[in-house]
């Protein structure tokens, strides 16, 4: 009997291993929302990417002054981020600075809903190599569809903001192609099922004229 429990530990230890970076990231999410409803700046940015930061700045600039062809030519994951910095036009966004204090502008000011971010969990963690992930997104227990991107940087799991963008542009072409519907049409349709507001043509419009 020793002998079989000592085979089975030899076995399972590299399903216990492979285990715990899934853990990790699952944890670096369930912190990183936590301080999104804190409104918790330095706590947010830790947990996001160098990379995430740029975009994060990126998309901000884009959707304050680019061009109505700019954000067509975009992906559709950035191209919906863009359209929903428009659609909601929040004032905070006129805040200016480097990328780490643009996003602080943004969680300072409350960009998650409480409520909202307490149906979403992460789950189903697969670790793409040692420092890639993604987990699907459940809302309110049924799964979205929509993945979340990770990337292992200084030591610890972060959101990677370009990766899961690019998971939501797949789940909106996917749609677009299943229905026959244009990915901007699946884009609008998105946002005013999540915001409850009709979206109108201005979102197409910069923010600021020049």
């Given at each position: 009997m020793k002998g079989l429990a000592t085979l089975a530990l030899v076995l399972l230890a590299p399903?216990?291993?492979?285990?715990?970076?899934?853990?990790?990231?699952?944890?670096?999410y369930a912190a990183l929302e936590r301080a999104l409803v804190a409104?918790?700046?330095?706590?947010?940015?830790s947990l996001l990417t160098a990379a995430s930061l740029d975009e994060w700045a990126r998309l901000r600039?884009?959707?304050l002054?680019?061009?109505?062809?700019e954000v067509e030519a975009l992906a559709p994951g950035p191209r919906l981020a863009v359209l929903a910095l428009r659609h909601q036009a929040p004032v905070w966004l006129l805040r200016d600075g480097p990328?780490?204090?643009?996003a602080a502008h943004a969680v300072r000011a409350g960009l998650v809903d409480r409520a909202a971010a307490q149906r979403v969990e992460l789950a189903d963690v697969a670790i793409l190599d040692p420092r890639h992930a993604l987990g699907q997104l459940y809302a309110a227990g049924l799964p979205s569809g929509f993945r979340a991107g990770f990337r292992h940087e200084a030591g610890a799991w972060k959101?990677?903001?370009?990766?899961?963008?690019?998971?939501?542009?797949?789940?909106?072409?996917?749609?677009?192609?299943t229905t026959g519907v244009s990915e901007s049409a699946v884009i609008v349709n998105l946002l005013a099922a999540a915001t409850g507001e009709p979206v109108g043509g201005g979102v197409w419009r910069p923010l600021l004229a020049d």
């Open positions: 399903l216990a291993a492979s285990a715990r970076p899934a853990d990790e990231v699952r944890g670096s409104r918790d700046a330095e706590g947010t940015v600039a884009l959707a002054r680019g061009s109505v062809g990328p780490r204090e643009l959101l990677d903001l370009g990766a899961t963008l690019d998971g939501v542009g797949r789940v909106v072409s996917q749609v677009s192609r």
